[in-house]
């Protein structure tokens, strides 16, 4: 496939990253300079300016800061055949459509920086089969049959940080009795891990499998478990919190 990214910052260099070596054409727009000149290194990626890259291309990456966008995207030479992949944050599809016209194919997703690595989930939407054409076979694609439900994914990711606070807070918890603050870190961090290690990640119950699997009555789990039941309203609370930002439904 021939892509081109319009946008050569932090997510992507990422994706640049996650799609080299795969057979395909990579043309990156010449701004940011110093990530092109980085990228241009891989044997598949090559830099243009930003009209070149949308007609040399077949599918084309929306990198760009919102605001951005909306100056740089209607200058540029879409075509009817283009397929249009927005990663831009706060850009719905109803901002980012008119401004790929004529491009119809357009769809929008929320990488993360580790998608160079694999396993990345991607919500999508509208599911056109573009992002699972090109980033399906190593990562998780969600179809989200809604702006809505595809905003909500924003929301949830805010999760990460929680809980790798947690994982941090328990660590320096367990280093305080052991003295052994890389031994607590390496093993709360392990833990947790080894939970996901073998997961299908196909939404079939696994994580409430691994919850029963926890539920002793009585044990440690079960114990600190209902112990932090209220700090899961408090993250009700939180995740609610983003509905006005994201022009979501009152809860
Ligand atoms: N970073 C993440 O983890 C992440 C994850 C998911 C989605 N996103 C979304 O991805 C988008 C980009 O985020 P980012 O973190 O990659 O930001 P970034 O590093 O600032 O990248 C933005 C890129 O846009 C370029 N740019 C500015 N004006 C341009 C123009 N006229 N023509 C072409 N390129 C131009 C910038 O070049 P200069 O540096 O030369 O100005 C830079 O390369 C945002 O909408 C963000 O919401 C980011």
Known sequence: ????????????????RALTGRGHEILVSERNA????????????SAATNAD??????????????QVAETVLPT?????????????????????????????????????????RGGCPLPVYPDTGSVAALFG??????????????NAHMAACALSSVVLADIQHTAD????????????EAYVAALIAGYFQGMRFDGAGEVQAALDSLSTEGGFNATLRDHMAPARDELT????????????PDA
């Open 76 to 116: 540029l030479p879409f075509r009817p055949d283009h397929q249009v992949i927005s990663v831009m944050a706060d850009m719905p599809l109803t901002r980012v459509a008119p401004l790929c016209s004529p491009a119809t194919d357009i769809s929008l997703t929320i990488p993360l920086p580790f998608i160079d």
């Open 237 to 248: 609370r939180g995740l609610d919190a983003f509905r006005p930002r994201l022009g979501l």
């Open 53 to 66: 890259v949308v007609v040399q291309t077949d599918t084309v990456i929306l990198c760009l800061m919102a």
């Open 34 to 45: 110093q990530v092109a000149a980085e990228l241009t290194r891989l044997p598949d990626v």
């Open 137 to 150: 076979g190593e990562n998780i694609i969600v179809s989200c049959t809604s702006q809505d439900g595809f």
């Open 173 to 184: 918890w367990l280093a305080g009795l052991t003295g052994d603050a890389a031994g607590a």
């Open 1 to 16: 496939m021939r892509i081109g990214f319009i946008g050569t910052g932090e997510i992507a260099a990422c994706i640049v």
